[in-house]
C-alpha cells in the first residue's frame, strides 16, 4: 500500500513533465529545429547517446577544453562503439546493483538518465551531440554518486567545498568572457572544434549581417565542404548569393536546400529571387509551396504581393 501510494503522489508530476515534452516537440519541430541533416539509425544513435553520456563523465572530471556546443565527432565508428561498451558497462554494473539490493545507488543512476534521456539525441534537437545546459540537472546526481560512492568525512567535505569555490569559481568566471557577443562565442567553438560546420555557417550569418559579405562567403563554403548534407548551409550561402545579384547562384544553393529538406524559407528565399529575375510563374509557384509548408511564412505574401502587382 505505501508503495502504490509513493506511486499515486508523484504522478501529476509525470503526467506535467509528458505535456510540457509534447508541447516542447511540437514548438520544435514547427521552428524547424528537429535536426533533419542526420540520418542515423536507431542502432547507431544508441551508441552515440553512449558516447554523450561518456563525453558528459568526461567533462565533469576533467572541465578543460568546454565549447558552447560540442559536434558529432569525425569519427564516427568509433564513438559508437565507445558509446556501446559503455552502456554494457552501466548495465552489467546495474545487474551487480540489483543483485546487491544496493537500491540507493540504482536510484541515482535512474535519477540522472531520467533527466537526460530526452537529449541524448534520440530525437535529433539542433546540429550537436552533446551541450553543457543539458546537464544543469544531471551533475547533480554525478556528486551524488560520488559523495555516496567515497562517504568523505565532515571535515574532508569542508575542504572540497572550499576547494571547488577558490578554483571553479574563478574559472566559470572567466567561462562567461565567451559570451561576449556572437563572433566571440563561434571563434571559442572553432578554436576547440575547427570542423565544427554548425559553427562556422553561425559564425558567417554573422558576417552577413555586418555586411561582410565575402568573409561570410568563405565561411560559408568552408562549411558545405565539410557538411555537404547540410541544408541549411546552403540556404544560408544562397542568401548571400542573392543579397549580391548573383541569383544564378543563389537559386542553384537554394534548389540544392529544397532537394535535400523541403525548407519552406528555401522556397521563400528562391521565389524572391525568382521575382526578381521577373520569372513570376516560378516565383508565385515556390511562394504557394513555402505557404503550403508554412502558412505564416512573411517573405512569401510579400512576394506575391508584389508580382500581382507587377501583373496588375
Known amino acids: 500500500p505505501q508503495t502504490k501510494n509513493s506511486f499515486f503522489e508523484k ?20 521552428d524547424n529545429f528537429l535536426n533533419s541533416t542526420h540520418h542515423f539509425s536507431i542502432l547507431e ?6 558516447y554523450a553520456i561518456l ?10 577544453k ?17 558509446g556501446y561498451v559503455l552502456i554494457v558497462a552501466f548495465l552489467v554494473l546495474f545487474y551487480f546493483w540489483y543483485r546487491a539490493k544496493k537500491t540507493a545507488l540504482i536510484g541515482i543512476s535512474v535519477f540522472f538518465l531520467a533527466n ?25 546526481a554525478i556528486c551524488w554518486l560520488i559523495i555516496f560512492l567515497i562517504k568523505p568525512s565532515e571535515t574532508a567535505t569542508k575542504y572540497i567545498l572550499i576547494f571547488s569555490i577558490l578554483v ?4 566559470t568566471f572567466l567561462r562567461t568572457s565567451v559570451w561576449k557577443n556572437s563572433f566571440e562565442l563561434y571563434s571559442d567553438i572553432l578554436k576547440k572544434h575547427p570542423r565544427s560546420a554548425v559553427a562556422i555557417t553561425s559564425l558567417g ?17 568552408q562549411a558545405v565542404q565539410l557538411s555537404p548534407s547540410n541544408y541549411k548551409i546552403y540556404y544560408n550561402r544562397g542568401l548571400a548569393f542573392s543579397k549580391n545579384k548573383r541569383n544564378k547562384e543563389a537559386i542553384a544553393d537554394f534548389s540544392k536546400a529544397i532537394e535535400l529538406h523541403q525548407y519552406s524559407k528555401a522556397f ?32 512569401s505574401f510579400f512576394v506575391l504581393g508584389n508580382v500581382y502587382n507587377d501583373l496588375n
Open 205 to 221: 550569418a554573422e558576417y552577413l549581417a555586418k555586411n561582410e559579405d565575402l568573409k561570410a562567403l568563405s565561411c560559408f563554403n
Open 168 to 171: 571553479f569559481g574563478p574559472l
Open 11 to 30: 504522478l501529476p508530476y509525470f503526467v506535467i513533465a509528458i505535456t510540457i515534452g509534447i508541447i516542447t516537440l511540437s514548438s520544435r519541430e514547427e
Open 116 to 140: 537526460l534521456i530526452l537529449v541524448l539525441q534520440f530525437i535529433p534537437f539542433g546540429e550537436t551531440l552533446t551541450a553543457d545546459r543539458y546537464m544543469y540537472i544531471p551533475i547533480i
Open 66 to 82: 568546454l565549447s558552447v556546443i560540442y559536434p558529432y565527432p569525425d569519427n564516427e565508428l568509433f564513438a559508437i562503439i565507445a
Open 268 to 299: 521563400a528565399a528562391r521565389a524572391n529571387v525568382y521575382y526578381d529575375e521577373k520569372n513570376y510563374s516560378a516565383a508565385i509557384n515556390d511562394a504557394k509551396q513555402a505557404l503550403s509548408k508554412d502558412p505564416k511564412n512573411v517573405r
Open 45 to 50: 544513435r544508441i551508441g552515440f547517446s553512449g
Open 55 to 64: 563525453s558528459y563523465f568526461k567533462n565533469f572530471i576533467a572541465p578543460f
